[in-house]
């Protein structure tokens, strides 16, 4: 299956907000709530911050928001933050037991 | 705390094969699928797998159909991928996470390096 899409880069000032787009089909994003997004620092492993579309874990910052429309999944990132700087993955469920990343989008806190 | 820990950096020779070893603690071992997802220099994240730790279901990626092994050992919590036929191209940091289609947290990463 081919990776989702995702811009490679995206950026803001300190306070500001910025959303991400993923993009799918509708064989995985427009088909299952089973979007996760991850947050990658240099060198270090993947971070979940959302999960199931738009849910957050424990512990993540409630500046970070998730949601879908058709399939087009979406990750807000308010009152950005200096350490907010990193790469950022969606994955989606894409049925048969598979699953799918979308190439990162490299985000740049001005 | 849920902990995943994987084995130290690997150097292969192209067409060896590799064994990667992930330690997990913290949690039921059997409650959750491990997956394998490996990051290329430079390069976005691939899904390489999964495995069932229940009954050892097992789900590969198409382009690794045949190279690629995951296992489990319940016994000791620890989840294993061999990738075999190794190219110039598998040379990547290759991480365990715990879940099925939603990862909630993931190994250090193993670095394997193909090269002749």
């Known amino acids: 299956q081919s990776a989702l899409t995702q811009p490679a880069s995206v950026s803001g000032s300190p306070g500001q907000s910025i959303t991400i787009s993923c993009t799918g089909t509708s064989s995985d994003v427009g088909s299952y709530n089973l979007v996760s997004w991850f947050q990658q620092h240099p060198g270090k492993a993947p971070k979940l911050m959302i999960y199931?579309?738009?849910k957050r874990p424990s512990g993540v910052s409630n500046r970070f928001s998730g949601s879908k429309s058709a399939n087009t999944a979406s990750l807000t990132i308010s009152g950005l933050q200096a350490e907010d700087e990193a790469d950022y993955y969606c994955c989606s469920y894409a049925g048969s037991s598979t699953l799918v990343f979308g190439g990162g989008t490299k985000l740049t806190v001005l | 705390q849920v902990q995943l820990v994987q084995s130290g950096t690997e150097v292969k020779k192209p067409g060896a094969s590799v064994k990667v070893s992930c330690k997990a603690s913290?949690?039921?071992?059997?409650?959750?699928?491990v997956t394998w997802v490996r990051q290329a220099p430079g390069q976005g994240l691939e899904w390489m797998g999964w495995?069932?730790?229940?009954?050892?279901?097992?789900h590969y990626a198409q382009k690794l159909q045949g190279r690629v092994t995951m296992t489990t050992d319940t016994s000791t919590s620890t989840a294993y991928m061999e990738l075999r036929s190794l190219r110039s191209d598998d040379t990547a940091v290759y991480y365990c996470s715990k879940g099925d289609w939603t990862i909630d947290s993931w190994g250090q990463g193993t670095l394997v390096t193909v090269s002749s």
């Open positions: 199931e579309g738009s």
């Open positions: 495995i069932s730790t229940l009954n050892g279901d097992t």
């Open positions: 913290g949690y039921s071992f059997t409650g959750y699928g």
